[in-house]
């Protein structure tokens, strides 16, 4: 059975917040325990590290915000642009967010969503005891499909891929290309929970399958020459 358990005692998270001490203490009051998953939704991460900026509501300053924020632009259509950000990701407005934010302003993805993935794990296990994985998680598109889903983009303490290749199917064929894309899974079932008007930026998910062990969300970026989309 699996589990997802909301954290909705966060409250509002500003620059310089002490994310980490009030995530172990949340988590530590909901009972978290080893093998469970911390998920955290990246904005209440890049609110904590100053990832806010102004912005108004016109659209040439958001579009040259999105510019200043994406490595290169992918795509264009009316308002929208596809962008690679600097960290590799492919999405929409390279990240660049007014949901949840404060009237004015604009939330960007944290610089470094893996560190920062790191250095929460390493102060919930300072602060608990636990070896808790971390998600940080974001809203993505997908190709072909309509719908929004949240994916990873920064981890600690779990590996994002969970490899398939040479093993059999229950028909006895091998599996030539099956890798498992686990920590988007588990992100995007904590969504469930937390979701972007439920005011719960952070959730336990407990009994998912999943290898401990170092790995970074960079790891789920397909390689452009394998990218079909591009």
Same mark, same amino acid.
């Given at each position: 059975?699996? +589990?997802?358990?909301?954290? %909705? @005692?966060?409250g %509002?998270?500003?620059?310089?917040?002490?994310l980490?001490?009030?995530?172990a203490?949340?988590?530590? *009051?909901?009972?978290?325990? %080893? #093998?469970? &998953?911390?998920?955290?939704?990246?904005?209440?991460v @890049?609110? +904590? *590290?100053?990832?806010?900026?102004?912005? +108004?509501d016109?659209?040439?300053?958001?579009?040259?915000?999105?510019? @200043?924020?994406?490595?290169?632009?992918?795509?264009?259509?009316?308002?929208?642009?596809?962008? %690679?950000?600097?960290? #590799?990701?492919?999405?929409?407005?390279?990240?660049?967010?007014? +949901?949840?934010?404060?009237?004015?302003?604009?939330?960007?993805?944290?610089?470094?969503?893996?560190?920062?993935?790191?250095?929460?794990?390493?102060?919930?296990?300072?602060?608990?005891?636990l070896?808790?994985?971390?998600?940080?998680?974001?809203?993505?598109?997908?190709?072909?499909?309509?719908?929004?889903?949240?994916?990873?983009?920064?981890?600690?303490?779990? =590996?994002?891929?969970?490899?398939?290749?040479?093993?059999?199917?229950h028909?006895? =064929?091998?599996?030539? &290309?099956?890798?498992?894309?686990?920590?988007?899974?588990?992100?995007?079932?904590?969504?469930?929970?937390?979701?972007? @008007?439920?005011?719960?930026p952070?959730?336990?998910?407990?009994?998912?399958?999943?290898?401990q062990?170092? #790995?970074?969300?960079?790891?789920?970026?397909?390689?452009?020459?394998?990218?079909?989309? =591009?």
């Amino acid at each position: 059975m699996i +589990s997802i358990i909301p954290i %909705e @005692s966060i409250g %509002e998270v500003g620059r310089g917040h002490d994310l980490a001490n009030t995530l172990a203490t949340a988590v530590g *009051e909901v009972g978290a325990v %080893e #093998g469970d &998953v911390l998920v955290v939704t990246h904005k209440v991460v @890049s609110k +904590s *590290e100053g990832a806010v900026v102004d912005l +108004s509501d016109d659209p040439e300053e958001h579009l040259r915000l999105v510019e @200043s924020e994406a490595k290169s632009i992918i795509r264009r259509r009316g308002s929208l642009t596809i962008t %690679e950000t600097r960290h #590799g990701f492919i999405c929409a407005n390279a990240g660049v967010d007014r +949901s949840n934010a404060q009237p004015g302003t604009a939330i960007l993805l944290p610089y470094d969503p893996d560190r920062s993935a790191r250095r929460l794990r390493d102060r919930v296990y300072h602060h608990l005891g636990l070896e808790l994985p971390v998600i940080i998680s974001d809203t993505f598109g997908r190709p072909w499909r309509r719908g929004l889903t949240d994916v990873a983009i920064g981890v600690a303490g779990i =590996r994002p891929l969970m490899d398939l290749r040479g093993e059999s199917d229950h028909m006895g =064929r091998t599996l030539d &290309v099956t890798e498992i894309a686990v920590v988007d899974e588990i992100a995007a079932a904590a969504d469930l929970v937390m979701g972007k @008007s439920s005011m719960v930026p952070a959730a336990l998910v407990r009994g998912a399958p999943y290898h401990q062990g170092a #790995g970074e969300a960079t790891e789920l970026i397909r390689p452009p020459n394998e990218d079909l989309f =591009r």
